[in-house]
């Protein structure tokens, strides 16, 4: 009697998508997506919890948990971040990207390497961009980078006493930097739902359109708007309290969320600040009706999935 032969792809997409839950490696996720087109369609349909972290050693090694698969950091470079399923690595005046699963490296362009970006005179809703002279003798220096796409990486920078975006294409020869932060303290940058967007100090949201000039095949950004203008926060001022407050721009189960940590440290302690309690208040982008909704309650999974870790006393004392 003949045996009949089922495919892998023959199993129900919601049974698929109970075996890719117990996977709680991102490289298992990844390699799930790939047995089949079934299994691709049921991964992106699914709300995946946060992959567990990969630890990294003095030396240098990277160890993907569960499992025992580890990796070096490329020579003379040094872990800067994260993005997704890509590592920030930097070195004296390079930056590349390396992917935690195929272990691919995409070099970027050196980090004194960078020229004004075609961009408008103002944002849209009529905001002036003040101009300013870059120092060509400055280095950049990458404050948070995303990758966009295979072809566009944007990132927060500071340059000398600016604080603006900048843009570059992976294996490109130069870094396109913007005049936007130049009047304004940028906080975060996030890509959602296939656009970029930036939000300041004030919690004002902008969304920003980079394209390529077909005739010089440099970058250019096309659109500046301020799409949400965000009212001014509370001022809280205690006596002996050191008090610093920081923006997240977080996605969270397709929803864009802003995320505001205030910091309460002791000015008094010995060996300086200590943070003795943080606050957090989360707003919810409404794209419909241009303006910040916000939540009075929230999931802690549903924070996690930004990817986001909360900055130490010391790092936001460096920022401002």
């Known amino acids: 009697m003949a045996t009949c032969r089922r495919s892998w792809s023959d199993i129900p997409s919601e049974l698929a998508g109970l075996v890719l839950l117990r996977l709680p490696a991102h490289s298992d996720g990844i390699r799930f997506a ?3 087109r079934q299994w691709c369609i049921s991964a992106k349909q699914q709300h995946l ?6 630890f990294i050693l003095p030396g240098g090694t990277f160890f993907s948990l569960p499992h025992s698969a580890s990796f070096q950091i490329p020579n003379g470079a040094e872990f800067h971040s994260s993005c997704g399923e890509w590592l920030v690595f930097s070195g004296d005046y390079t930056c590349s990207l390396v992917n935690t699963t195929t272990k691919v490296t995409l070099a970027l362009p050196d980090l ?3 020229d004004l970006i075609d961009e408008p005179d103002e944002v849209i809703n009529g905001h002036s961009i003040a101009y300013t002279l870059l120092d060509q003798n400055k280095t950049i220096s990458i404050y948070k980078l995303i990758v966009c796409s295979g072809l566009l990486v944007a990132a927060i920078v500071d340059l000398g006493d600016l604080q603006t975006l900048a843009f570059c294409r992976p294996g490109g020869d130069l870094w396109f930097v913007s005049a936007l932060g130049c009047d304004r303290s940028l906080e975060d ?3 959602h739902e296939g656009k970029l ?4 100090g004030w919690r004002n949201l902008y969304v920003i359109d980079v394209e390529e000039d077909s005739e010089s095949s440099t970058l250019i950004m096309s659109r500046t708007e301020c799409i949400i203008n965000g009212p001014p926060f509370p001022f809280k001022q205690l006596p002996h309290c050191l008090i610093i407050s920081h923006e997240y721009l977080v996605e969270s189960r397709g929803a864009l969320l802003l995320v505001r940590g ?3 440290a002791d000015k008094e302690w010995e060996s300086g600040p200590r943070v003795s309690r943080i606050e957090f208040e989360v707003f919810e982008a409404n794209l419909q009706l241009l303006q910040w909704v916000q939540m009075t309650s929230v999931g802690m999974i549903g ?3 930004s990817g986001q870790e909360v900055p ?3 790092a936001c004392l460096s920022t401002r």
Do not use: G, Q, R
């Open 197 to 200: 967007y930036t939000a300041d």
């Open 262 to 264: 205030t910091f309460f």
């Open 49 to 54: 919890p946060p992959p567990l972290p990969w």
């Open 189 to 191: 940058i996030i890509h």
């Open 34 to 36: 790939a047995v089949c």
């Open 112 to 114: 004194d390497e960078f």
């Open 303 to 305: 924070l996690c999935l």
């Open 312 to 314: 130490s006393l010391s």
